[in-house]
């Protein structure tokens, strides 16, 4: 889909109240959106419908709605601390930032910038790691931490939550768990 093609789409629904740039009035926060009364309403029955016909309507499948904040132990057994990492590299050109391995490589330091087309010097730009995990402090106290993780995805909360609910439903392999949530 183009760029003008999505931005009208985006217009539409921002004007008839569907989708609402998040913190909107305070400056907004990029790809953070919230829904509308026309959004929520659209979300919800689209929802119910997926929860009736892949959940309600199957023996084979049973739901769970688990916390989208997780302990920092289940993204270090799964990998996530480690793996969710993407080297990110401001363009001094436009002031916007791009993953490096999206970018068109021209040599081993100079890459082509998505959007004023001009060379970014990885030399002066200097690549830099981005954790994919947003981390959360679940402490009662600041001056003593204890941080947590949101999930990226919907699966962890399956995966950890696995030997209760199978213990609950006594339901014999195989059988799947099906979860709608944020992430």
């Known amino acids: 889909m183009s760029e003008d093609k999505l ?10 109240g ?15 959106w919230d829904y ?8 919800k029955r689209i929802k119910d419908i997926w929860w009736d016909t892949y959940v309600e309507k199957r023996e084979d499948i049973v739901g769970l709605d688990s916390s989208i904040a997780m302990h ?8 996530h601390l480690e793996g969710f990492v993407d080297l990110l590299v401001d363009c001094p050109h436009c002031k916007k930032r791009f993953r490096i ?6 040599n081993e ?22 954790n994919l995990m947003l981390k959360t402090n ?3 106290t600041e ?13 962890q909360g399956i995966f950890v939550n696995f030997g209760n609910v199978l213990e609950v439903t006594h339901k014999k392999l195989p059988f799947g768990i099906a979860q709608i949530g944020k992430a």
Do not use: M
């Open 7 to 16: 931005a009208k789409i985006v217009s539409l629904c921002r004007r008839r």
């Open 101 to 106: 391995d999206k970018l068109e490589k021209i």
């Open 72 to 79: 920092e132990g289940v993204f270090r057994a799964s990998g």
């Open 109 to 130: 330091n100079l890459y082509k910038c998505l959007e004023c087309k001009k060379h970014i010097d990885t030399q002066k730009s200097r690549p830099r790691k981005f």
């Open 138 to 140: 679940v402490s009662a």
């Open 143 to 155: 001056d003593e931490p204890y941080y947590a993780y949101l999930r990226p995805e919907t699966a």
């Open 18 to 32: 569907f989708v609402f740039g998040g913190s909107e009035i305070y400056g907004g926060l990029s790809s953070i």
């Open 36 to 43: 509308g009364p026309l959004g929520a309403k659209l979300k």
